[in-house]
């Protein structure tokens, strides 16, 4: 079973502070992503990163970063955490080999920022 | 460009009815796929189905079946005999070919299911 985990399932925040978002997949996949979801907006993508140390540009990724160091894992940055940015953050990954179009989610992390 | 539209944005039904979720795309590419995930209320988004866009059969799976047209451009949804179980929001998805893309979402349907 493919696992993605994330580091938290609930995090609140101050305005101002540097958040870090961790996301872990155990199945060697190349493609990370990440995204957020708000309501009537549905999911919609912030940043992906296709192999280590490589990354782009999503549909929203104003006031994010991401890093990856390592094929694993994947960390979204919040480097000055607005409310604005109150959501839930999904991580997903994918394969580049066999059934390579599926995305496999992690539970989310419901972030609040006050 | 790409967009996904479900335009049911919730629906409620009682247990045992037939309930089917709409969802319409929007691509030029010849070659694509279409998902459907269900995201129930501890919110984590659990994989369905994945539809290749060069194959256009129906498919069954228990309660669940999908019924893709090309020619409407639609990816319908339907889940026979609801149970309460089956409430959640589902989303339908569209992706290009080209590897590590995203996907596109639907804002979603939330389906309410009561006994």
């Known amino acids: 079973d493919v696992k993605v985990t994330q580091s938290s399932r609930y995090l609140v925040k101050r305005t101002g502070e540097k958040v870090f978002l961790e996301c872990v997949q155990d199945m060697d996949h190349e493609n990370m992503f990440w995204y957020r979801q708000d309501p009537g907006l549905g999911l919609r993508l912030i940043y992906f990163s296709y192999d280590v140390k490589m990354k782009e540009k999503g549909d929203i990724p104003e006031g994010y970063s991401v890093s990856r160091e390592k094929k694993e894992r994947f960390s979204l940055i919040l480097e000055s955490a607005s409310t604005n940015q109150t959501s839930m953050y999904l991580c997903?990954?994918?394969?580049?080999?066999?059934?390579?179009?599926?995305?496999?989610f992690g539970p989310g992390t419901r972030l609040l920022v006050l | 460009a790409q967009k996904v539209t479900q335009a049911q944005t919730e629906i409620s039904v009682v247990e045992k009815e037939d309930v089917t979720l709409d969802c319409v795309y929007e691509?030029?590419?010849?070659?694509?796929?279409l998902f459907w995930y269900k995201q129930p209320p501890s919110g984590e988004l659990v994989f369905l189905i994945r539809r290749n866009s060069f194959d256009e059969q129906n498919e069954i799976s228990g309660r669940y079946s999908w019924n893709f047209q090309k020619s409407t451009s639609s990816f319908n949804f339907t889940i026979t005999a609801s149970q309460v179980v089956d409430s959640a929001v589902y989303f339908c998805?569209?992706?290009?070919?080209?590897?590590?893309?995203?996907?596109?979402f639907g804002k979603g349907t939330t389906l309410s299911v009561s006994s």
């Open positions: 997903a990954s994918s394969s580049d080999s066999g059934d390579r179009e599926t995305q496999y």
């Open positions: 998805a569209l992706k290009r070919a080209q590897a590590g893309t995203a996907l596109i």
């Open positions: 691509t030029r590419d010849t070659t694509y796929y």
